[in-house]
């Protein structure tokens, strides 16, 4: 019975959440915290309504309690006319800014719910070629169907065509429930449609790692454009890198270099770097060193001087303590 319990405890200890995956749990949780909506099937029209969450989570979603950025920039440009959307820019530069794809590591449930269905176990597609030319398509879709589509024909392209964050969050946490049985009739070709796109987005998702974040995903592609400047995320520092390459070989994503506009800044990088060049950017901003400040006449002895009584071994540890700081002061 004892072995039992030990295997159960192990089996907890081995399956323990990382600390990035509770912060995307608990960050899935607080997007969608109108949990009152997942019961009455009614869309949160609150005052938080009116203010954007970092990550792509549906507007339509029974338990959003934020605007989706994407959706939100869509809208924006459809309504904006020849008047500039300022506060929707504004919103999603700040967020550039402050975290850039971080977000996709951390804060998106698209991401997390990726994540899950990769861990089912069976053979994957490892990064190639095909791929790396592939990621660039988010970038297509970003002009044609987030600027372009909803600036001429006042149409949210992506939310509209595309979306399967949408399909899944707003579509079916919508039609799920018995108060929205009159919606049913009312789905056409295009739902069909998105629903494919679901399923095919779904179904990838377990044999290739975030096939939406790395091929579909435009607010990715968007946040890709801070990677250099954003405060928080990963950082080579390249007087230690070696060019291993462990970091690129470890990465799931397309990146060519840590940090670039593919990276998601997951950190599963940092452990594996053998020289310790890879850290995070921004932990100054939480973590502060303890620095004193000494006069600068103050004479620094060698620790070994401080030795009392000194015996003869303590004697050859000063010299060579000394001798040593010369060295360095030379």
Known sequence: MKKFFTKIKNWFVDHKPSKRRIIQLYTALLYNANIKGFFNGQIYKGPTKNLCVPGINCYS??????SCPLGALQNALSASDTRLPAYIFGIVILFGLLLGRTICGFLCPIGLGQDLLYKIKTPKLKKNKVTYALSYLKYVLLIALVVIVPLVFAVPGFCEFICPAGTFEGGFGLLSNQANEGLLAILGPLFTWKFTVLV??????IFIFRIFCRFLCPLGALYGFFCRIAMLGVKLDKNKCTDCGLCISVCKMDIKR??????????ACISVCPTKAITWKGSQLFVRENNVDMPADTEIKPIASMLKPKTETSAKVEKMATAEVENENE
């Open 61 to 66: 979603c029974p338990g959003a309690v934020g």
């Open 200 to 205: 095919l987005v779904a179904v990838g998702g």
């Open 258 to 267: 840590v940090g670039d506009h593919e990276c998601i800044h997951c950190g």
